[in-house]
């Protein structure tokens, strides 16, 4: 270590000013230009007063230019004084400018795909930085992206001849059922080289993920996968034959049907089936879908179809951690296409249980951010007891007011 750098690493106040000196290099390529301080501590304000002889204070911003520091260290006593050599000492780093550390990181992802294609043609296609989507995932984690990577080119290279069940596909060649569930980062990997493999763009739509994994034989679980409605229209006669009473749709009913739609435009999501039991007692004249819990694939397949046809949808679900992420996930999902009702604190104390939330449970619910799910989470975690939408006669009313 040359000895000036060894002068300033001794003496203390100069890590914020000679890191700054380095930034300003990485942005402009030179040593040239001013560095700004903000909010000078003791240290540092003794130090550069010192350095410069300038009067410096505690709590002070102040603007130094390197040409003059540069001056200074050249009428000093260190002759060999060399910016480039001093700044890599003192920081510990090469110096490399922001384009220079860009263009290594490009060179490096490049050999990353490199070293994983060899002579995989499949993969070659695959893999382009154009493609956002597996830029993105490198980004994250490298380490895993090439794992996933191994993973799908193995499902690419045994596509079914005939029509299989995408968790038998799945567990077969990755040994996970689950690994191509839609909308998880592994399913929307596959299906992005899919749809490069067939030239096509990426399908938005689960609907359309559904039909290009089809197109391959891969099939959904469709007579398991089903969600329970009531008084749906639709494009199809003995759907409207039996919207009065209550129907279950599986995915392959909800794909061959056009469209589906509702009377007053709106349609209404519960978590648990015994609401759409008062409703019916109660005879009123809405659009009922029944979740059962966390949404499955026929859920949202159905809720983009009456989306596309105009429909409002209208959410409620327990109180709970897992309620609230629920209603969390579909909100945050449909935006202002769906709407969350009998969310206040009154709706909160007129259902409330005696059934104690765990800490455990509770904790899940860090990542709720919709203004009025924050209410309930609220109560929650203040009471530590969860409420159920079946106790709440509020909702009920609700409805009653719309007919």
């Given amino acids: ?13 100069y890590d914020r000013f000679i890191t700054k000196i380095y930034e300003k290099y990485q ?96 993969l070659k296609k695959i893999i382009n930085k154009d493609n956002l989507l597996i830029h993105h995932r490198y980004v994250k984690n490298k380490q895993k992206l090439k794992n996933d990577l191994i993973n ?55 609907e359309d993920k559904i039909k290009l994994l089809y197109k391959h034989n891969i099939e959904m679980d469709n007579l398991s996968n089903y969600v329970l409605t009531y008084n749906l229209l639709s494009s199809r006669k003995w759907i409207n034959d039996l919207s009065k009473e209550t129907l279950i749709l599986n995915i392959q009913n909800i794909l061959n049907t056009n469209s589906f739609d509702s009377k007053l435009k709106k349609v209404f999501i519960f978590e648990n089936p015994s609401i759409l039991t008062k409703i019916l007692y109660s005879d009123i004249d809405i659009s009922v879908i029944i979740s059962g819990g966390f949404p499955n694939n026929a859920v949202y397949l159905l809720i983009d179809k009456l989306i596309e046809n105009g429909n409002k949808i209208y959410y409620n ?4 951690p897992e309620g609230l992420i629920i209603a969390n996930k579909l909100k945050n999902k449909y935006q ?18 005696n059934k104690i939330i765990s800490n455990k449970r509770l904790n899940k619910m860090a990542q709720i951010n919709d203004s009025k799910l924050i209410i309930i989470k609220d109560q929650l975690l203040k009471n530590k007891l969860a409420a159920f939408q079946e106790n709440n006669n509020r909702i009920i009313n609700y409805l009653k007011d719309l007919n």
């Fill in 27 to 122: 942005s402009i390529s030179r040593f040239s230009g001013t560095i700004k301080l903000n909010c000078l501590n003791d240290e540092e304000a003794y130090a550069l007063s010192r350095l410069f002889g300038e009067n410096y204070n505690s709590g002070d911003d102040v603007k130094i230019s390197i040409k003059q520091f540069l001056k200074i260290m050249d009428k000093s006593k260190f002759k060999d004084f060399d910016i480039t050599t001093f700044i890599t000492e003192y920081l510990n780093v090469s110096l490399l400018t922001n384009k220079e550390l860009k263009s290594n990181l490009i060179i490096a992802e490049d050999n990353f795909y490199q070293e994983l294609i060899k002579d995989n043609l499949m």
């Fill in 152 to 206: 799908i080119i193995n499902l690419l290279n045994h596509l079914p001849k005939e029509k299989t069940m995408i968790s038998l596909y799945a567990a077969t060649y990755t040994k996970d059922p689950h690994y191509l569930d839609l909308d998880s980062k592994t399913s929307n990997l596959f299906i992005s080289c899919l749809s490069i493999l067939d030239n096509i763009d990426f399908p938005n739509t689960r």
């Fill in 317 to 320: 679900g327990d109180f709970d």
């Fill in 336 to 353: 202002d296409k769906l709407e969350l009702f009998c969310y206040d604190k009154i709706d909160y104390d007129n259902c409330k249980s």
């Fill in 1 to 13: 270590m040359k000895e000036y750098t060894k002068y300033f690493k001794d003496k203390k106040g």
